[in-house]
T-cell receptor
Framework: KAGVTQTPRYLIKTRGQQVTLSCSPI?????VSWYQQTPGQGLQFLFE???????NKGNFPGRFSGRQFSNSRSEMNVSTLELGDSALYLC???????????????FGQGTRLTVV | AQSVAQPEDQVNVAEGNPLTVKCTYS??????LFWYVQYPNRGLQFLLK??????LVKGSYGFEAEFNKSQTSFHLKKPSALVSDSALYFC????????????FGGGTRVLVKP
């Protein structure tokens, strides 16, 4: 069974640009969550999508957005990039959302975004 | 609001010795607790989880964790550490009030010396 696939693995962008990251969950998983990992702030929850609907959102500015498609693939977008957006962005997929909280999340390898 | 604390930024242990990584949590309801490990330039790998039942949970790669409700702790343990266990370990909690969101601790770097 293929794992969670994130593309691209590495990305370098300039301040003010926008970026789109992609995540393909494990087949059959309908819940996709995004996390930002930085040395200073650790792992922080961005948002969660289930059946194409955002179910939960973390404390990030509106420049961070996402969406989920009918095949459960998800994208997140960051507009007007700032230096502080440099981070490892991790996507996680789960079998269910909200109902079976005992199911573990499986993470992709992440996208390393560097803003210069 | 749920929260997780990992009081040690780094744990050093000699190969073959027992390894313990500490975690305490705070949630409003029943906790769903998880341990993940991260190797350099990789995502997080699931190690084990506590949902209900036995307080001692066994997971991957010889790891286990002990749930202690009165101390709100979920410490990760391994009886005999390997050099290959050197990595970054994260404790996480999920509770029903927060939906599917995982709240992570700050992480503990484990260094196992030969």
């Amino acid at each position: 069974k293929a794992g969670v696939t994130q593309t691209p693995r590495y990305l370098i962008k300039t301040r003010g640009q926008q970026v789109t990251l992609s995540c393909s969950p494990i087949s059959g998983h309908r819940s996709v969550s995004w996390y930002q990992q930085t040395p200073g702030q650790g792992l922080q929850f961005l948002f969660e999508y289930f059946s194409e609907t955002q179910r939960n959102k973390g404390n990030f500015p509106g420049r961070f957005s996402g969406r989920q498609f009918s095949n459960s693939r998800s994208e997140m977008n960051v507009s007007t990039l700032e230096l502080g957006d440099s981070a490892l962005y991790l996507c996680a997929s789960s079998l269910e959302a909200g109902v079976n909280l005992n199911t573990e999340a499986f993470f992709g390898q992440g996208t390393r975004l560097t803003v210069v | 609001a749920q929260s997780v604390a990992q009081p040690e930024d780094q744990v050093n242990v000699a190969e073959g010795n027992p390894l313990t990584v500490k975690c305490t949590y705070s949630v409003s309801g029943n906790p769903y607790l998880f341990w993940y490990v991260q190797y350099p330039n990789r995502g997080l790998q699931f190690l084990l989880k506590y949902i209900t039942g036995d307080n001692l949970v066994k997971g991957s790669y010889g790891f286990e964790a002990e749930f202690n409700k009165s101390q709100t702790s979920f410490h990760l343990k391994k009886p005999s550490a390997l050099v290959s266990d050197s990595a970054l370990y994260f404790c996480a909690v999920r509770d029903r009030a927060a939906g599917n969101k995982l709240t992570f601790g700050g992480g503990t770097r484990v260094l196992v010396k030969p």
